[in-house]
């Protein structure tokens, strides 16, 4: 018999294990948005860095024709974050579970939100689905609300970038609301965009669920039960401030965890500051983006389109993660095949 003492549990191991929830079969589509509505703000990441957005937030719906609902610690600061874990997944689940609450705007990005993916409750999710909208570090809540609820999510503006804004573009502001209040497919996401910065770097066409969002986000969920399948999908990626060298790091980690090889098409975003400043007085050869974009995805031979208007830019389009999409490496655009509320 042996007498050796058995390892005590360690007591916060529970916390951080997934919830034993199946991937839903069907999609799920959240009920359209209608002027009049009430929104809730919530600061799942960071906090703003001035305090005074979350009234000019609220200021900025009820101009747009809604009702705004703060939640209860979004006015929190706990060093980086806004608020401590437990209070923003509680926020998150109350306005889920609120029936006054129509869609959920994020406050900003920043960092913290991949802290609250074993906290949330994914089955009161999916029995009270809505629109849910943000991005960059949001994506790691896109991609859990994807693969743990099955539930269609907004890869979009937030209040702090974007929404308080009284320079607002308009292309952001009609394809956010194109998006989440008509329940009709909403079409090629260049419409009404005048930039000229899409470049094919393959052509060819190919249709899949989207899925995708900040590709450093991505890259910190691969081998956790929150990040959605690549098989067959059109996945759409963008960074901010990250150089060339470290796109290749993060494509390379996606390619050797066997992710990219599965996809039907890459939609690559503008990416802003993600420069090399030593490029130019450098004595050795130093790659671009664009470099590294084709040197790790042209050999997926799906097609690949780049400077897609999303990311951290201002002419942002609102792309909803799991909606079927077409990516047309003839045309050089991303189109939105289905409606993405119902």
């Excluded at 050796?4 to 294990?17: E, L, S, T, Y």
């Excluded at 994914?122 to 790691?140: L, M, Q």
Aim: charged letters at 25%; glycine letters at 10%.
């Amino acid at each position: 018999m042996n007498n050796a003492r058995r390892p005590r549990p360690v007591p916060w191991a529970n916390k951080f294990r997934a919830p034993e929830i199946r991937m839903p079969y069907m999609l799920l589509k959240p009920p359209r948005l209608e002027f009049g509505d009430t929104v809730g703000i919530a600061a799942p990441a960071s906090p703003p860095g001035d305090p005074g957005v979350i009234d000019r937030s609220v200021a900025a719906l009820e101009r747009l024709g809604f009702r705004a609902r703060l939640a209860p610690h979004v006015r929190r600061r706990r060093g980086f974050l806004a608020g401590s874990d437990r209070e923003r997944a509680g926020d998150l689940m109350q306005l889920f579970r609120d029936p006054k609450v129509k869609a959920i705007i994020c406050l900003r990005g920043g960092y913290g939100a991949g802290r609250l993916l074993p906290l949330l409750d994914y089955a009161a999710i999916r029995s009270h689905p809505k629109i849910f909208v943000g991005y960059s570090d949001i994506t790691a809540l896109h991609c859990a609300l994807l693969a743990r609820a099955g539930l269609v999510s907004f890869h979009g503006p937030t209040m702090n970038s974007d929404l308080v804004k009284e320079d607002l573009p308009e292309f952001t502001l009609r394809s956010l609301l194109r998006t989440v209040m008509e329940p009709t497919a909403p079409g090629g996401i260049k419409q009404g965009y005048g930039g000229h910065t899409v470049s094919v770097l393959r052509g060819g066409q190919a249709e899949g669920r989207l899925v995708g969002g900040n590709l450093s986000l991505l890259c910190s969920l691969v081998g956790t039960p929150f990040l959605p399948d690549f098989r067959k999908r059109i996945l759409f990626l963008e960074d901010l401030a990250e150089p060339p060298y470290r796109f290749d790091r993060m494509l390379t980690h996606l390619l050797n965890a066997g992710l990219l090889p599965r996809v039907a098409g890459v939609a690559v975003g503008l990416n802003r500051h993600c420069h090399d400043p030593k490029a130019r007085k450098a004595k050795e050869y130093r790659q671009t983006l664009e470099d590294v974009l084709r040197d790790r995805l042209l050999p997926l031979k799906v097609p690949v389109v780049a400077g897609l208007p999303f990311g951290h830019v201002r002419l942002n389009a609102t792309l909803p993660v799991g909606v079927p999409a077409r990516l047309d490496g003839d045309a050089g655009d991303l189109s939105l095949l289905a409606p993405a509320v119902r």
